[in-house]
């Protein structure tokens, strides 16, 4: 059982709705939580870092949310366009001291349609 | 063009054939990872360079895979002997001194899709 759980798998909205991506963690100790968008073919980008103490963090059209004690976080995407349609994928940092010990949720595939 | 870059984009191959990968990373970034990502899956950690020293191998890694930094720069993936079950995207990401240990923040190549028949 994959220890970073992201929900749903995919997703097709269309273009202007709101949409929230869910990510349920197990692992510990929790570090920080990094939520990246990957484009088909592309390689991952980094959209926003949650330490264990921030509970909202936004940027620009995306909003990430964290609760540590529930080990979830979620992404909020607001007025959705065309070029967010991409993969979104989770990541949980374990600790402050080995960069490498991150784990990989398997990320929801967002499609946007006009 | 200052990203992450890697060679081939794209490589097709039959089976038992071997096949080798490059990454330059950011000039100035010291640690260097590969990753291996199959369709609909995240990306799986599978080896780690802090300059030219290996520091770790994901139980991913088997011995038909190697991997090379030999300069502190750019590094090598190596695959012997490919299996029809190596085909998947391979990815590098780099990052640097400058930031923060336990911070998470990779900088990812565009990856070079192998396919084997």
Aim: net charge positive; aromatic share 10%.
């Amino acid at each position: 059982k994959n220890q970073v759980e992201q929900s749903p798998q995919s997703l097709i909205i269309l273009e202007g709705k709101n949409c929230t991506l869910q990510c349920n963690y197990t692992v510990s100790p929790f570090s920080n939580l990094r939520w990246y968008k990957q484009d088909t073919g592309r390689g991952p980008v980094s959209l926003t870092i949650m330490t264990f103490s921030e509970n909202t963090k936004s940027n620009g059209r995306y909003t990430a949310t964290l609760d540590a004690d529930t080990k979830q976080s979620s992404l909020h995407i607001t007025a959705s366009q065309l070029s967010d349609s991409a993969s979104y994928i989770c990541v949980v940092i374990l600790t402050l001291y080995n960069n490498n010990d991150m784990r990989f949720g398997a990320g929801t595939r967002l499609t946007v349609k006009p | 063009d200052t990203g992450v870059s890697q060679d081939p984009r794209h490589k097709i191959t039959k089976r038992g054939q071997n096949v080798t990968f490059r990454c330059d990373p950011i000039s100035e970034h010291n640690r260097l990872y590969w990753y291996r990502q199959t369709l609909g899956q995240g990306p799986e950690f599978l080896t780690y360079f802090q300059n030219e020293a290996q520091l770790e191998k994901s139980r991913l890694l088997s011995d038909r895979f190697s991997a090379e930094r030999p300069k502190g720069s750019f590094s090598t993936l190596e695959i012997q002997r490919t299996e029809q079950g190596d085909s998947a995207m391979y990815l590098c990401a780099s990052t640097g001194p400058g930031l923060a240990i336990g911070t998470g923040e990779l900088f990812f190549g565009e990856g070079s899709r192998l396919t084997v028949l």
